[in-house]
């Protein structure tokens, strides 16, 4: 068969995922490899990560200790790997793949030992949400984040001899007899290019901008029409759709790891700090709907607001909410580092004046002319309004059973309110693997030279990401990566 | 018009490994092309066809990086390594130059990433040099050099032989696709040593490129607010701000 070129391996996807298996075939093994990026820039979703998920880690084995900041609360721990493996049992009640999860697990903490010999230090291991006593132990938080990571993992790709391709988007895979032999893709000039390859790993991150893949898989109705984007990412399903062609199974696809957002801004704005927080929160028919706790978990949130029908919900605040927020005791829960925790938004009112133009803030100085502006009946806002206060009074949520700590009376005008929507981070999970991370058919054989790595990956997820592990995204993009291509060298080597 | 378009003879800085006893290291690091390597492609493509561009790059790293962009040859001298000593990898790539032939120009990015280099160069071939240079143009047997100055930008028509110096003023716009790249790997490369140039010895070594951007960062212990208020006001006034 004849290809433009010839490469061992050929890696689909810029990311953590691809770069680490890129990076590990070019560093263990004589194999030539190169990556194709569809973007300008390598990096995919992991340039948003906030943190790595790793268990029995060196980070973790060195904590708590006097010279690190942060040591756990009383109760709380690092865990085993069989904890972590277990955690993704239970959460998804069961439609984990254990093979997946203990490879992943068991190999986390190489990972961030990696990840150090590259240059990165790690201030803390914890959790994300303050509040969230569910959650383990694993959330190794880098300094410089992901973008950081994904500069340095590129930078080890190229200096241990990875091609990186960008502007190249793979387009579909070559087989014969009934093995990947190949890749076509487009580069950057255009031209089609036929890639041999010996092995070829999907690492493109999902479907959680495709919209039509997210109506045909997602159980979350109406989410492809109310997803807002809150952050630039490009993940269409390529991977899926190419590993479908030569007959993978899909499995356990449509979990999609969703966050709240204020329509129109930024994660870590002000506005959106303080439309997250666990204020009152109603739909468009002026209704309370959740113990709006659930901020804790923004997996949770997101399923939340994503499941209203129009995918809408106001977090109505009054002004002392507000003051409280922009300069007296911040934030009551946080968002990673898009939120910290505790923390005042200092430019709170000034944003909310901005996006009350663009209809994804509101203010009045009535109850009334609240609903009006937010466009919801008035006398059941009202009547929401009056007995959510009576239950801040009484310090008991009988209705929806809000903790008391969050219980903030909505009761001193001007009264605001700020349109929140829900947002596709990534989608999570699509293609059937094994314990190795080859693809698999329906009959659960591999597909012979096809992997997929990272987050279009199955084997983790249920129905919804699982924030109790904090970090699994980034983690098993890194470490997927990296044992796909250990397997690929003990089959080519 | 021959023009020798040098890239890729230092490292860079960002894979510097910097412990916290101020050793540092590169671990595994190859030269890179530096952010004004373009721009000095850039010049090679103004003043002459690409049949009389060469490309000259000294050590690892893949050394089709200006055949993908133009050049019709590369010299590599491969043992010529870009380490603290900028004079050893300047009379590397002179003596690649003059290998090359009858080179009238020489193009460099104006790189901070080592500044010594581009100097040492100018000084091992003895010729003429322009800094922050943005473009640059044949003219008969004349270069036409479009140089930035703080003032603005001046007009230069000089004769050669002479090295420009290269300045980017953005990202490179069109980095080459897998096609042109692969394409590249075929051009000739003619891989010379040290030894097979006859290159000299440099004469010392570089112990850095720029001074500090400034005065090292004093940091208060907030523990007791009281008392980092008393150890801030005798700062400011040891700094003689207050």
Partial sequence: MAFDVEYDVVCIGGGGSGKSAAYTIATESDLSVCVLEKLENCGGSSIYAEGTCASESSEQAARPHPDYPGELPEGAHFPTHEEHVQRYIDYSHHRANVEVAKAFAYNSSETIDIYKGLGIEYTDVTIYAFDQPAELYTFHRPEGLGQHCQDLLERACVNAGVDIFTNTPAQELITEDGKIVGVVAKDADGNEMRIGAKAVVLATGGFGNNMEMVEKYSWIPNIHKNHYQSVPTQNTGDGIRMAESVGAHLKDIGALMIIGCTEGRTLGSGINGAGYQPNLWVDTKGKRFCNEAVANSFADTGNTIAMRDDGIVFSVMDEDTVTRLESGTGSAVGLGDFIPIHKTMPTLRAEIEEAIPDGAAFKADTIEGLAEAMGVDAETFKAVVEKYNEACDAGKDDEFMKPTKFLQPVRKAPFYATKQRPSILVSCGGIRINGNFQVTDKDYVAIPGLYAVGMEATGLFGDTYNLDVPGTANGFAHTSGRLAARHIISTLA | ?242
Avoid at chain 2, 39 to 45: C, E, I, Y
Avoid at chain 2, 194 to 213: F, I, Q
């Fill in chain 2, 1 to 242: 018009m021959k023009t020798a378009v040098v890239f890729k003879w230092c490292k860079d800085p960002q894979d510097a490994r910097v412990s916290a006893d101020g050793a540092v290291s590169w671990p595994g690091v190859k030269l890179s092309p530096t952010e004004d390597d373009p721009a000095a492609m850039d010049v090679a493509r103004g003043v002459s066809a690409e049949e009389d561009i060469v490309g000259v790059t000294i050590g690892d790293g893949k050394p089709e990086w200006a055949a993908a962009r133009g050049a019709a040859s590369t010299v590599v001298v491969e043992d010529a390594f870009g380490g603290p000593d900028g004079t050893a990898a300047a009379r590397a790539i002179a003596a690649a130059v003059k290998s090359a032939g009858d080179v009238d120009v020489v193009a460099i990015g104006d790189s901070d990433w080592d500044r010594g280099v581009v100097s040492a160069l100018v000084g091992a071939l003895g010729w003429k040099a322009y800094a922050n240079v943005t473009a640059a143009q044949a003219e008969g047997d004349d270069v036409r050099l479009t140089i930035k100055t703080p003032a603005g930008n001046r007009i230069v028509l000089a004769k050669p032989p002479m090295v420009v110096a290269a300045q980017a003023l953005s990202q490179e716009a069109n980095v080459p696709g897998m096609k042109q790249t692969l394409a590249a790997r075929k051009k000739p490369v003619a891989k010379e040593s040290v030894a097979s140039l006859g290159v000299a010895a440099g004469v010392g070594t570089s112990a850095g490129t720029r001074l500090p951007e400034g005065d090292a960062a004093i940091i208060f212990d907030g523990s007791d607010p009281s008392n980092a208020v008393a150890q801030l006001m005798d700062a400011l006034r040891g700094e003689g701000v207050l």
